[in-house]
């Protein structure tokens, strides 16, 4: 059974320093990853995808992938208040279907 | 371009009866997805459509619980004789093709409470 597994939290760090977000799996086969964010009570929203072995920035956000060690991380610089939130890994090993770990909550200090 | 579409946004329903829940995915998307998050849970995948083809319902309780994406209009997931248990937040999602690099896009979700 593929499993996605991350730490539940809570995560706090404060406002300008870098939120480290991490996630490790148990499968080796076809594996694209994505991170969402998920404020309570809305839906979860994309914030990062990565498929290849590295690192991959947008803006703040960096994700890094590493497929021999089975994980994959989520960096988040200059954090803000705004970036409160629980964050989501998921992961598709080839089946179509996302699987999910069970969320990290961060909450960003002023 | 209007997202993925979903409705009711809360349901309530008591003990034994039917709740029907719709998504309308984006446009150009011919794929659709369930999954249902329990409180303080991950989402958990239930069922994966193309337009009249249930292609994988592995995360599907085996009974009460049902779904279509009929040739015309949403897909629906629909729980037969609810219990208490059903109460979660179902979310759809939709992707325009069947590729394990495509992201997902999620609806903003049915609350169901189950009285």
């Known amino acids: 059974q593929k499993e996605v597994e991350q730490n539940s939290g809570p995560l706090s760090v404060p406002e300008g320093a870098i939120a480290s977000l991490n996630c490790t799996y148990s499968?080796?086969?076809?594996?694209?990853f994505f991170w969402y964010r998920q404020y309570s009570g809305k839906s979860p929203e994309l914030i990062m995808s990565?498929?290849?072995?590295g690192d991959k920035e947008d803006g703040r956000f960096t994700a890094q992938l590493n497929k021999a060690s089975q994980y994959v991380s989520l960096l988040i610089r200059d954090s803000q208040p705004s970036d409160s939130a629980t964050y989501l890994c998921?992961?598709?090993?080839?089946?179509?279907?996302?699987?999910f770990g069970t969320g990290t909550r961060l909450t960003i200090i002023p | 371009n209007a997202g993925v579409m979903q409705n009711p946004r809360h349901l309530v329903r008591r003990r034994g009866q039917e709740a029907r829940l719709r998504c309308s995915p984006m446009?150009?998307?011919?794929?659709v997805y369930w999954y249902r998050q329990l409180p303080e849970e991950g989402l958990k995948f239930m069922v994966y459509?193309?337009?009249?083809?249930?292609?994988?319902e592995s995360g599907m309780p085996k009974e009460r619980f049902s779904a279509e994406f009929p040739k015309e209009g949403p897909s629906i997931l629909r729980i037969q004789q609810v219990v208490r248990g059903d109460s979660a937040a179902y979310f759809c999602?939709?992707?325009?093709?069947?590729?394990?690099?495509?992201?997902?896009?999620f609806g903003p979700g049915t609350r169901l409470l189950v009285l």
């Open positions: 999602a939709s992707s325009p093709r069947r590729q394990s690099e495509e992201t997902q896009y």
């Open positions: 499968d080796r086969g076809s594996q694209s």
């Open positions: 990565i498929y290849s072995n």
């Open positions: 998921a992961g598709n090993f080839g089946n179509e279907k996302l699987t």
């Open positions: 446009k150009g998307h011919s794929h």
């Open positions: 459509l193309q337009k009249e083809n249930i292609i994988d």
